[in-house]
């Protein structure tokens, strides 16, 4: 079945130390995004890739980048992991900007 | 102001029971309406997708959205345990060039057998 996965679906870092999320999907869809929902809060965007077009939301904070280093995978990189950056990130996938986006499980973060 | 407000709940309903889950915005330009499911530990999941004023059926799930009133509901009818979770309603506009989302905060919902 074509879908998006997320890998792997529980990290534990301490605080400070860098740590790298994954995704890939098997859609073969233009669109990545990559979200970071908090507890009973709402998906909130963080960057989003068209191909290899980047583009960051204006609050995402520069701790978080993003790499695709091709139309199947993309990485959320978390350079120092504060304790506020627990949470569930979720990678989506859409197959043109505005299209259903399809979501992976999320991975769940937690910051030691 | 959020732009989109959403009742968190947790709402309980016996098993059979009609559900209204709903959600307000402020702005004008959100132009397409949309309702995801997340079960516990996975990812949202398209339920319903309308853009204009009025009703939409699939199934047991019928999406309302009044532009007027800057007003959408999800109603689940004969409501089921296996309908337990949480519902995102999604706003679609237009930004910068881009079809940008915006999700609320989510409705958790139990179906009690």
């Known amino acids: 079945d074509a879908m998006v996965i997320q890998n792997p679906r529980y990290q534990v870092t301490q605080f400070g130390k860098p740590v790298t999320l994954s995704c890939s999907q098997t859609l073969n869809h233009n669109v990545m995004y990559w979200y970071q929902q908090k507890s009973s809060q709402a998906p909130k965007l963080l960057f989003h890739y068209y191909d290899k077009d980047f583009n960051n939301e204006a609050d995402t904070p520069d701790n978080f980048q993003s790499r695709r280093p091709n139309t199947s995978f993309c990485f959320l990189d978390i350079r120092s992991p504060g304790l506020g950056d627990a949470a569930m990130y979720l990678c989506?996938?859409?197959?043109?900007?505005?299209?259903?986006?399809?979501f992976g499980p999320g991975t769940r973060l937690t910051v030691l | 102001q959020k732009e989109v407000e959403q009742d968190p709940g947790p709402l309980s309903v016996p098993e059979g029971a009609i559900v209204s889950l709903n959600c307000t915005y402020s702005?004008?330009?959100?132009?397409?309406f949309m309702w995801y499911r997340q079960y516990s530990r996975k990812g949202p999941e398209l339920l319903m997708y309308?853009?204009?004023?009025g009703n939409k059926e699939d199934g047991r799930f019928t999406a309302q959205v009044d532009k007027s009133s800057k007003y959408i509901s999800l109603f689940i009818r004969d409501s089921q345990p296996s309908d337990s979770a949480t519902y995102l309603c999604a706003l679609k506009w237009l930004s910068g060039g881009y079809q940008k989302v915006t999700f609320g905060t989510g409705t958790k919902l139990q179906v009690i057998p």
């Open positions: 702005n004008s330009a959100f132009q397409y």
């Open positions: 989506a996938t859409s197959s043109a900007l505005g299209n259903e986006q399809f």
């Open positions: 309308t853009y204009s004023s």
